[in-house]
């Protein structure tokens, strides 16, 4: 089992950056595949980016390819998402989650973090 905490969302204009962190507890976190997801507000969650537990494949939202990047340190057991260019249209809250597969849907995520809230001002 794993619990996750996101952090680092907070207010950003557009066209700037933000980092968001995942900081995961529990002796497995390497094993586990890891994602972002995003839900504005009046939306359905949505997948943003996903990362292989330990061979650094990727894989992003055609919304966010480009200016979106994931990563992890197991060692550290964080997963960050290394956010630029931001635009309004990324405003949502955050979360993370874990999986135990390279996925991009939420029903192959088994934990999440509570979320953390991104507002790019326009």
């Known amino acids: 089992q794993v619990q996750l905490v996101e952090s680092g969302g907070g207010l950003v204009q557009a066209g700037g950056s933000l980092r968001l962190s995942c900081a995961a507890s529990?002796?497995?976190?390497?094993?586990?595949?890891m994602g972002w997801f995003r839900q504005a507000q009046g939306k359905e969650r949505e997948f943003v980016a996903t990362i292989h537990r330990n061979d650094g494949y990727t894989h992003y939202a055609d919304s966010v390819k480009g200016r979106f990047t994931i990563s992890r340190d197991n060692a550290k057991k964080m997963v960050y998402l290394q956010m630029n260019r931001l635009k309004s249209e990324d405003t949502a809250v955050y979360y993370c989650?874990?999986?135990?597969?390279?996925?991009?849907?939420?029903?192959?995520?088994?934990?999440w973090g509570q979320g953390t809230q991104v507002t790019v001002s326009s």
């Open positions: 989650a874990a999986s135990d597969r390279v996925a991009s849907t939420e029903r192959d995520y088994d934990y």
């Open positions: 529990g002796r497995t976190f390497s094993s586990y595949a």
